[in-house]
């Protein structure tokens, strides 16, 4: 849950749907993975808990920069960076394989805090962590230039240059085998810096694989019964 939108919005307090969702989950033993930018993920902490003790769950935070500032130009009304880590450290503490995921990416603007953010994850007991570069699809490209040019106008034009670089020279890579794997020499650069700070810290860089032998067939009731 939350490859494209986050499970834990602030309207999840109110509706709680993700908890519900979860709760399914747990009864039938399928296993989920969460990605998230929130320290919200912690009102479930209970379900997540007995969920990781059947090795049924996995959860990411996305982290793009210790700068507060930063991040509130960047992804308004968000937590902040360090509510984040602390939710990492909660998480881990409760037993739950957790990943920092350090993304996005953006050259010239939050890839020089890409080896303190491991540092600090390892630190807090994440096991593993991924970077992903910043991605500009369809509408999100004039977008992000418009961000460009209100924040960082004296840099724009180096940021779309290595962007481009690395999308072989568009704005965007749309191909499914190719988009989350950027290319050139920024790319092989940011990969390396990336992989070698992993191994000072010690965290994985592989996915975890939860259990999928328990899950339990849920048995129909009501009208469904007659199917």
């Known amino acids: 849950m939350g490859t494209n939108t986050d499970p834990y919005q602030p309207i999840e307090r109110q509706y709680r749907i993700t908890r519900q969702i979860l709760e399914l989950c747990l009864e039938l ?10 320290d919200r993920v912690l009102d479930d902490l209970d379900l997540i808990a007995e969920l990781a003790r059947h090795d049924l769950v996995a959860v990411a935070i996305s982290v793009t920069s210790l700068d507060a500032r930063l991040s509130a130009q960047l992804e308004p009304r968000a937590t902040t ?45 994440v096991k593993s962590a991924t970077w992903i570069p910043l991605r500009l699809p369809h509408e999100v490209a004039p977008l992000f230039r418009e961000w460009l040019e209100a924040y960082y106008p004296d ?13 072989g020279g568009r704005d965007n890579d ?10 050139g020499v ?3 650069l940011f990969r390396k810096r990336f992989q070698l700070a992993c191994r000072r810290a010690g965290l994985s860089r592989k996915t975890v694989s939860l259990d999928t032998s328990a899950f339990r067939k849920p048995e129909p009731t009501g009208q469904l019964s007659l199917f």
């Open 174 to 183: 749309p191909r499914f085998f190719s988009r989350m794997r950027p290319q």
């Open 186 to 188: 920024w790319a092989d």
């Open 155 to 167: 840099r724009a034009g180096k940021v779309m240059a290595t962007l481009r670089d690395m999308r």
């Open 29 to 38: 033993r399928h296993p989920v993975t969460i990605t998230t930018k929130s």
């Open 81 to 125: 960076p360090e509510k984040r880590l602390a939710a990492l450290a909660s998480l881990s503490a409760a037993g739950v394989h957790t990943n920092c995921s350090i993304a996005p990416v953006i050259p010239a603007i939050t890839d020089d805090v890409m080896e303190r953010l491991i540092e600090r994850a390892a630190s807090v007991g």
